[in-house]
T-cell receptor
């Protein structure tokens, strides 16, 4: 969706390296959801951000939402092969029915 | 844990056939969604439903219809399958108890139309 841009489209990192994925919205975000998808499978919910400046962490994954609530980043520390997959951000632009607009996804490969 | 089950992981059908994709969730969620996912196009919403017998068109409803006769089940119907409907189809559900409820996804159905 042009309303939501993810970068980079793909990423190859060496195991142990840190990485960051970005998600930028053309409109103010009411909520921002991060998902991970293993190849050929469904999406797994990681975390949700709603407040400007909010930051959440789960194990080695940290997500942040900027103060203006138009950009989010997902940071992985000390990447492992298990982190490989497609990361998608989903934007909630209003509070009507939990509707989400998804970014194009970032394909992450981690080399052992 | 929320469980969203799609009836088939892989499906092969022929052009012109009527195709049914079934999705069942076990968490009493009011909202259910059908998406298709294509390389370079991301996830696109086909239809969604807020309640039993309620349905709303998403971004790309052409060529599809849906049915929600029971709360736990949301079916996607391809009335007359065409090759451009070859895709990965994903079903999701979410709660209505608050404004920030994540969507929970099934494992997907990879549909090929020959």
């Amino acid at each position: 969706s042009q309303e939501l841009e993810q970068s980079p489209q793909s990423l190859i990192v060496q195991e142990g390296k840190n990485l960051t994925i970005n998600c930028t919205s053309s409109k103010t975000l009411y909520g921002l959801y991060w998902y991970k998808q293993k190849y050929g499978e469904g999406l797994i919910f990681l975390m949700m951000l709603q407040k400007g400046g909010e930051e959440k962490s789960h194990e080695k994954i940290t997500a942040k939402l900027d103060e203006k609530k138009q950009q989010s980043s997902l940071h992985i520390t000390a990447s492992q092969p298990s982190h490989a997959g497609i990361y998608l951000c989903g934007a909630q632009h209003n509070n009507a029915g939990n509707m989400l607009t998804f970014g194009g996804g970032t394909r992450l490969m981690v080399k052992p | 844990d929320v469980k969203v089950t799609q009836s088939s992981r892989y499906l092969v059908k022929r052009t012109g056939e009527k195709v049914f994709l079934e999705c069942v969730q076990d968490m009493d969620h009011e909202n259910m969604f059908w998406y298709r996912q294509d390389p370079g196009l991301g996830l696109r919403l086909i239809y969604f439903s807020y309640d039993v017998k309620m349905k709303e068109k998403g971004d790309i409803p052409e060529g599809y219809s849906v049915s929600r006769e029971k709360k736990e089940r949301f079916s996607l119907i391809l009335e007359s399958a065409s090759t451009n409907q070859t895709s990965m189809y994903l079903c999701a559900s979410s709660d209505q108890t608050g404004p920030h409820q994540p969507q929970h996804f099934g494992d997907g159905t990879r549909l090929s139309i020959l």
